[in-house]
């Protein structure tokens, strides 16, 4: 058996400092949930620094505090304002939970507790709105941030009342695992949008700032089906159809997307609020080369998308782009968050994203636990609180299979002032043989000057995978008759790839 052997040799590099805005693979300042960024363990003793597969993050336009849906852990902690905290920062509150340090899952259903809350969502006068997901529901709780642990809700959607425990079928008034809400108060008025993930529709609630009835209230316009007792998700989709939204996002003049997940696109409606009743169409998509279209990708781009989450979308001051909206997606599947610009303009078919955090680039979707990885994020939010609105917003990202939460914040420099260590890169050849055999081992060695923390590799099929072993690392080649051409790439523990190296195995009969 023959095999492949080549070095990853360490380079040297100069320090770099940004300008206030947000780039593709920028590193994450800060890190709730872990104590450092390369640790990923999910929060079992339920400590008030620790998460669980959390889903979301929203920040109190009124205090600054940050909100996080811990939803493994059913439960929201809420944390210090942006200015006041730093990585490994302690809650300061909990909703869904008697105390920070005690936990009850599956709990009779009341005002106070929670079930794989996936969603949060916040008005101009700082009450909060959850998609309690696992109850079937909306909770609305007024002034969190000047209250203590524990507290109950003072409105609900999708129920009869805070205890009722019925799955109940597709109605006006009804959810069905309610997974993402957006809330805007603008052009429009105020308006409260679910998506009501297990109908396979989205939910649009008028004037619902001002409704604080427990009663069953009625959406007053669906989108995904013709009829409020419909919930029909075909295949091929269409313009008004929808699988299982589990994102959502409302301009303050009523520019609707809505993260169409099981179709794997992001569908625009341009003026939501004036749309028909049922069944209105979209006028636009990304992530599908066309409306008829959902396929699942086999390798990332920057035109495609994984099981989309949730949405957020950040206004650009003038003369910062055409369109002056910004669309962040929670690209899950891939492992990356994606913004798309000027996505109040017309969107052309194939829109690509124009920036990404969690890869090195638009084609990557490999998974990592660092400053600059995620793995399966579900949220992305846009802090609405900073004072300089010349300046772009902080971006948080809840990454769920890491139990954490990362900020980025475009203040901060791209990469730490202090040395840094030689990023890995490629020497020697890149490597071409023959065999007569159909399956072969590939070796090779990786050094970097912070150390290697993963090599992926990509062969003639498919996207990347990870190689066994990090310094020394291996894998198991399967060859066609004739040429058969890998692509390997080495990470260290900054998150910093190496270049791709090629290596070209031409099998013969």
Known sequence: MKKALFCLLAASGGLLHADPIIKTHQAA??????????????????????????????????????????????????????????SGAKAEQVIGQSSLDTVTSFAPEDATNLNNPSSLAFDTAGNLYVADTGHD?????????TKGNGIAADAVLGQTGFTDTITHPASASTMLRPTAIAIRVGTFGSS??????????????????????????????????????????????????????????ISDVGVLFVADTGNNRILKFTTAPTAPT???????????????????????????????????LEVVPDGKQKGGLSLWVADRLQNRVLRYDGTTIDIPVGLAATLVLGQAGLTGSDYG????????????????????????RTVWIADTQNNRVLRFNPHEPLIPTKPQPASP????????????????????????????????????????KRASGGAAWSFKAHLKVGKNRFTVIAYDTLGRPSPARIITVKRTR
């Open 29 to 86: 300042d800060v890190v709730l949930g872990q104590k450092t960024f390369t640790t990923a363990t999910a929060n079992s003793t339920l400590a008030s620094t620790g998460v669980s597969g959390p889903k979301a993050v929203a920040t109190d336009p009124t205090t600054g505090k940050v909100y996080v849906a811990d939803a493994a852990n059913f439960r929201i902690l809420r944390f210090a304002s942006m200015d006041a905290m730093g």
């Open 137 to 145: 529901r909306v909770l609305r709780f007024d002034s969190p941030s």
């Open 192 to 249: 409260l949008w679910v998506a009501d993930s297990g109908n396979n529709r989205v939910l649009y609630f008028s004037n619902v700032l001002s409704n604080s009835a427990t009663a069953p209230v009625a959406a007053t316009k669906i989108f995904g089906q013709t009829a409020p007792d419909k919930k029909d998700a075909p295949n091929p989709p269409s313009k008004s159809t929808m699988n299982s939204p589990e994102g959502i996002a």
């Open 278 to 312: 049922y069944g209105a169409e979209a006028d636009a998509v990304i992530g599908q080369p066309g409306f008829d279209k959902n396929a699942v990708p086999t390798a990332a781009s920057p035109t495609n998308l994984y099981s989309p989450q949730n949405l957020a």
């Open 369 to 392: 636990t660092d400053q600059y990885s995620v793995n399966n994020p579900c949220g992305v939010a846009i802090d609405t609180t900073a004072s300089d609105t010349s300046s772009p």
């Open 425 to 464: 890169t490629l020497g020697g050849g890149a490597g071409s043989f023959k065999t007569k055999k159909g399956t072969i081992t590939i070796r090779g060695s990786a050094s970097a000057g912070a150390g290697i923390a993963y090599v992926t590799y990509k062969g003639p099929k498919g996207g990347y």
